[in-house]
């Protein structure tokens, strides 16, 4: 990914704290939702309840997109990321405390809240494969979009 795609993401994605996540049904439909969100790169990280839908359509089918931005005051100046990512829980118990770390740190008011219980939320990361920028800044329409891993 080309410095400037890469950075544009980042700031992006450092930016913003909600996302919309969608999950393929059992039916073949696509579900999207807003879900609060933390990053670590092109990795997010987001919490839901198991006996959630989402939950359930991930664990059926790891793959998500989502949708990252903000409607803009004039359209030259629009960013937004939109990703194909590979979606999970986070069983380590390392690892969901410090995903819980960046979702608290992210979103304040969840800062002083202790670890979600394991047996009624799960946390969930999704690493981005396909990412797209748009960034209006470099012309209406701009768009770059690269893959980040492999199917």
């Known amino acids: 990914m080309d410095l400037l795609v890469e950075r544009t993401a980042a700031e ?24 609060g969100y933390a990053n670590d790169g092109a990795t997010l990280y987001f919490v839901v309840y198991r ?10 089918e790891p793959r ?7 409607e803009p005051r004039d359209m030259h100046v629009a960013q937004a ?8 829980e986070i069983t380590d118990p390392d690892e969901r405390r410090r995903a819980w770390d960046l979702i608290g740190r992210r979103h304040t008011n969840l800062a002083s809240a202790s670890l979600p219980d394991p047996a009624e939320t799960a946390i969930m990361q999704a690493k981005c494969r396909h990412l797209s920028v748009v960034d209006y800044t470099r012309g209406l329409g701009h768009t770059d979009a690269v893959t980040l891993g492999e199917d």
Not at 23 to 30: A, L, N, S
Not at 51 to 60: C, D, G, L, P, Y
Not at 64 to 70: C, D, N, P, Q, T
Not at 81 to 88: L, R, S, T
């Open 12 to 35: 992006i994605l450092g930016s913003h704290r909600i996302m919309a996540l969608s999950t393929i049904r059992p039916d073949g439909w696509p579900q999207t939702t807003l879900v």
């Open 51 to 60: 006996a959630s839908q989402k939950f359930r359509n991930i664990a059926a």
């Open 64 to 70: 998500v997109s989502l949708a990252i931005g903000e």
């Open 81 to 88: 990321v939109y990703a194909g990512a590979i979606a999970g």
